[in-house]
């Protein structure tokens, strides 16, 4: 199976106060009064297309067996706007009361992020003996335990099995564990300038590191260890460090006031289709990629962020598909790399009638399942955080 190590990445930006899970944009208080706006929170059903978007390009990349290889553009999109939203979130915490509650945050993130993860982790142990080829090398029980602590991502493709796509919420978690305590304690301390500066000095420094680390594979303990040139936190940060930089941007004066034309938005909507698609089809993860390339991809992925919050009423982002699978995009990723390698087991290769229908069921199979998941599992977790006052 072509699935290599393109996966998506959760990203809650649902702190709702309207009946159904959304994308929200934030209203930030930039004279940092402590006192609390009430409902700070706007939606904002263009985000909800953004991750739509890239949930989408993951799931052509893992059915499409190689044709369409840059995956990647689904996993940096992602974290852009990963980045984005939590920085937002805690902007708006931190200008309407003064601080901002860590445990709150981590639990949150605990509520959020774990139920789907550990249905995800016993589907594929029940099936994991069950597709022997996609597992062939995999070590179950590391693997398990690598998923179930957030190590996954330093872990060798073949050894983490049909977990691997759970590279990426490893990544997001290390950037949630810390990053609430450097805004807190440091970032938020600045100026909106100064935080600016901070934080292209902060991407600076990573993507040297990337660029570096990009050209080798380092390992530990014989292989059983290892940091990728792709997979490694300080190796993606860049992407989500990007978002965190858009938050801070758009809480100016001068971002929250620029009003986007509609010729100004076709260009930029132009030029983001020429270089996803680039990614998609030519680019992928190769030397272009690793030698600056996904610098320039962040630059875009942050571009269709800001175009879509600009431009909301656009057909890409009001489309309901998109936002249909933009808010169930987290189950949808959870839980489709699991369910794609049970369905390859009845893979007739150079069947092209065969390759249709496997691949319906597998899209079908894998969104009717997140949809589950969306009502029994993430919906009543959400009251939950509402009735006992996490949202904020």
Known sequence: MAYLYFMPLDIDYQIIDKPGIGSQQIVIDVNHSKKPPGKAFHYIPALDNIRGLAVLFVLLTHMTYGVIKGGLVGVELFFVLSGFIITSLLQAESAAYGKISIWRFYLRRALRLFPPLLICIILANVFWSYNEVSNSGSNQSFATIAA?????????????????????????????????????????????????????????????????????ETSFYGGLLIIDPLRFTLCSVDSILTGALLAVAMSTTAFKNFSLNNKLRNWLIAGCVVVFSCFLVLLTGGFIFRNGGFLLL???????????????????????????????????????????????????????????????????????????SFRLVEMPLLKFKKKWDLQR
């Open 298 to 372: 962040d630059v875009f992925c942050a571009g269709a962020i800001f175009i879509a919050i600009k431009s909301p009423g656009h057909f890409l982002f009001s489309n309901k598909v998109l936002k249909w699978l933009g808010t169930r995009s987290y189950g949808i990723y959870v839980y489709h790399y699991v369910i794609f390698a049970v369905f390859e087991h009845f893979r007739v290769h150079n069947s092209g009638g065969n390759f249709i229908i496997i691949s319906l069921l597998r899209i079908v199979v894998s969104l009717l399942f997140a949809e589950l």
């Open 148 to 216: 179930l602590f957030y190590f996954i991502n330093l872990l060798p493709e073949k050894v983490s099995g049909h977990l691997v796509h759970l590279w990426s919420l490893s990544v997001e978690e290390h950037f949630y564990l810390f990053w609430p305590l450097i805004t807190s304690f440091f970032l938020f301390k600045f100026s909106r300038r100064n935080q600016i500066k901070v934080l292209l000095t902060l991407i600076l420094i990573v993507s040297v590191y990337r660029f570096w680390q990009g050209h080798f």
